[in-house]
């Protein structure tokens, strides 16, 4: 069993990733109390059903009073806000950190905000499937957790982040917040663009029984939450509009490719995408 990282943790958002979180803390006795907060008593208590937390409450003065660590769980257009709400109830010794998947906007307001006891997080552990229910507790093992601690970052608060996503089962790597969002525009949010214009562009096949496999996996992420990814376009608009262009880019050439007949550009196009994907571990 892992050591205790914190006394109590508190949650602010129990969907899926806080209600994993909140899991995997309880099942290896990370923290002696886990409380949620968040807006619906209702679904609150479907989490407490779920083992996610060992508390809950509506109320985030209640939720963060006497927390030695908060995580911020919220869609990333809420993250700030809800910190410049709880700030003034938490003590000075008080970690906090969030999951936000773009990280450069909210490091600079967080840490203006919070100063050295802010560290920025985003596992990579998300799915197009939403809410407590689908939460788990192994969710992050065998998973990165980006950290993008800055200069301001206390080394306390950094190693106490890191120990509990290690702790979770994730590897930890530390990153630039800029380059963390160039690199997820790329592997992370060029992907939903894609799979969400791919279903629009298939949506009047005279054939839907002709779906294949690929197009299935291809589109899996069009069924991600619309309020969330909404939000993570326009908080990394510059990086994604880079990776659109960069995509559109490439398939160009492979367009000129086709149209040309030219056999060899095609296949060696191929067999560079095979080598690269190996190459990610994929």
Not at 102 to 121: E, H, P, Y
Not at 239 to 257: C, M, N, P, Y
Not at 261 to 274: G, S, Y
Request: aromatic content about 4%; proline content about 4%.
């Amino acid at each position: 069993m892992a050591e205790t990282i914190c006394e109590r943790l508190c949650i602010v958002g129990v969907g899926l990733i806080g209600g994993s979180i909140g899991m995997g803390a309880r099942r290896r006795a990370l923290a002696k109390q886990v409380v949620g907060v968040g807006r619906s008593a209702e679904r609150l208590q479907v989490a407490l059903q779920a083992g996610a937390i060992d508390s809950a409450t509506t109320s985030l003065q209640e939720g963060v009073t006497g927390a030695d660590m908060v995580v911020v769980c919220t869609p990333v257009g809420l993250i700030v806000p809800t910190m410049r709400l709880f700030q003034q109830w938490i003590s000075p010794q008080c970690v906090v950190t969030d999951v936000g998947s773009v990280k450069s906007s909210i490091v600079r307001q967080a840490t203006d905000l919070l100063g050295v006891r802010f560290v920025g997080g985003h596992p990579m552990a998300g799915s197009e499937q939403t809410g407590v229910h689908n939460a788990r507790a192994d969710l992050f093992e065998n998973t990165t957790w980006a950290l993008t601690p800055t200069e301001q970052t206390s080394p306390e608060a950094l190693q106490k982040v890191s120990a509990l996503a290690q702790a979770l089962g994730a590897q930890v790597i530390t990153a630039d917040p800029d380059e963390h969002d160039r690199a997820v525009a790329l592997t992370s949010h060029l992907p939903h663009a894609l799979a969400l214009a791919l279903v629009h562009v298939a949506e009047n096949t005279p054939y839907p029984q002709l779906i294949g496999g690929s197009f299935r996996d291809g589109t899996r992420v069009a069924g991600s939450s619309p309020e969330l990814w909404r939000d993570i376009f326009l908080f990394n608009r510059e990086h994604v509009l880079w990776a659109i262009d960069e995509f559109i880019g490439k398939l160009q050439e492979v367009r000129s490719a086709i149209a040309e007949e030219d056999a060899e550009t095609i296949q060696r196009l191929f067999t560079e995408a095979h080598i690269l994907r190996q190459a990610f571990g994929l």
